[in-house]
């Protein structure tokens, strides 16, 4: 089984709100990662927790705030978002330097 | 620093024929190599890969074989079908302390015509 899940599925939300993306693997990975896809183009990686602890963050304004709540759970906390940050959010795992992606999360900011 | 160049889309073809998607490659090192597809509103789904020269990553009919001494993933389908199309990445993978970092090519959008 190589499935990461995420929820919701999309999300619309105003500037002024604050929201959470969820995402979730039970292949007992330990490194989980935040990516964000724009239209036509390559994801952009955002956030990398290895064995639970933040280990890279890619310069992402602090508006958009990571936390692992343990080895299976990733979640990304949105709060007073641009319209410039509609995009699609991706999750992933890794093992042994292979990443698995789930179906992401499509976020509309008005 | 580590690169991906993928050929550039979008590419059409008709059902069955033959797809090649050229992809090269800079980086230190030994690098994985990776092809991903992403359909549409989907996210991305692992199709192959290959971890050192020589290997041939194979799924669904599309081969891709990791060559050093050209610093190339092609990726090949001998007959596609409209089904396949999609956006393709090819990306390579360096494993950190931190997890692994993937650096991917721009994508390659392909349509099958019926």
């Known amino acids: 089984d190589t499935e990461v899940t995420q929820t919701p599925k999309h999300l619309v939300m105003g500037m002024t709100n604050k929201k959470s993306l969820k995402c979730e693997q039970h292949?007992?990975?330990?490194?989980m990662y935040w990516y964000k896809q724009k239209a036509k183009k390559p994801p952009e990686l955002m956030f990398v927790?290895?064995?639970?602890?933040?280990?890279i963050n890619e310069s992402v304004p602090s508006r958009f705030s990571p936390e692992c709540p343990n080895s299976s759970l990733l979640n990304l906390h949105l709060h007073a978002l641009q319209p410039e940050d509609s995009a699609l959010y991706l999750c992933?795992?890794?093992?042994?330097?292979?990443?698995?992606f789930g179906p992401g999360t499509r976020l509309l900011v008005l | 620093g580590n690169s991906v160049t993928q050929m550039e889309g979008p590419v059409t073809l008709s059902e069955e024929a033959f797809l090649t998607i050229n992809c090269t490659y800079t980086?230190?090192?030994?690098?994985?190599l990776f092809w991903y597809v992403q359909y549409p509103g989907e996210g991305l789904q692992l199709l192959l890969k290959?971890?050192?020269?020589?290997d041939k990553g194979s799924n669904k009919g599309f081969e891709a074989t990791y060559r050093k001494e050209t610093t190339s993933f092609h990726l090949e389908k001998g007959s596609v079908q409209v089904s396949d199309s999609a956006v393709y990445f090819c990306?390579?993978?360096?494993?950190?302390?931190?997890?692994?970092?993937?650096?991917f090519g721009e994508g390659t959008q392909l349509t099958v015509n019926p």
């Open positions: 992933a795992s890794s093992q042994a330097g292979t990443q698995y």
């Open positions: 292949m007992g990975h330990r490194a």
């Open positions: 927790y290895s064995y639970e602890k933040l280990s």
């Open positions: 980086a230190t090192g030994y690098p994985s």
């Open positions: 290959a971890t050192k020269a020589d």
């Open positions: 990306a390579l993978s360096q494993i950190e302390t931190s997890g692994s970092r993937l650096t």
